[in-house]
């Protein structure tokens, strides 16, 4: 559920860190480029702002990074180091409990983990609260 698959694993050869240098690398690109155009300074009939239509296309077509943090663990190094396949990591959060959507590192949302109608065999999130910020 988080976004540490490879893109081999996905079909491509860059790992996922690639990927997500790539889409950083893009978010700061048009952010430099939103940021040196200069403001339009035409309102509306509301007396609001104009938008530039171009300004949104650039931030919409930005790709994200989402992850669901099912829940952490703290560990000495040699509890870490001991860890084999078949080990349990005990998180710590309690089956039911809401999970973290966190996009791009920062967390925007909880919910609860459903599986998803359309097909039993995958797993998706329903939001219960949106964080504002």
């Given at each position: 559920m988080s976004g540490d698959n490879t893109a081999e694993e996905l079909?491509?050869?860059t790992p996922a860190?690639?990927?997500l240098q790539d889409s950083e690398r893009e978010l700061d690109k048009a952010m430099e480029e939103l940021c040196a155009e200069p403001a339009q300074s035409a309102d509306d009939s509301?007396?609001?702002?104009?938008?530039?239509?171009?300004?949104?296309?650039l931030i919409m077509n930005i790709p994200v990074s989402i992850d669901v943090v099912l829940g952490t663990a703290e560990m000495r190094v040699s509890e870490l180091m001991a860890l084999n396949q078949g080990s349990t990591v005990?998180?710590?959060r309690r089956i039911g409990e809401l999970v973290d959507v966190v996009v791009n590192g920062r967390r925007i949302a909880r919910g609860e983990?459903?599986?998803?109608?359309?097909?039993s065999s995958r797993l998706g999130i329903k939001l219960s609260e949106v964080i504002e910020e």
């Open positions: 079909g491509g050869s860190s690639d990927l509301a007396g609001q702002p104009l938008r530039r239509s171009s300004d949104n296309k005990v998180l710590d983990i459903i599986v998803i109608e359309q097909d």
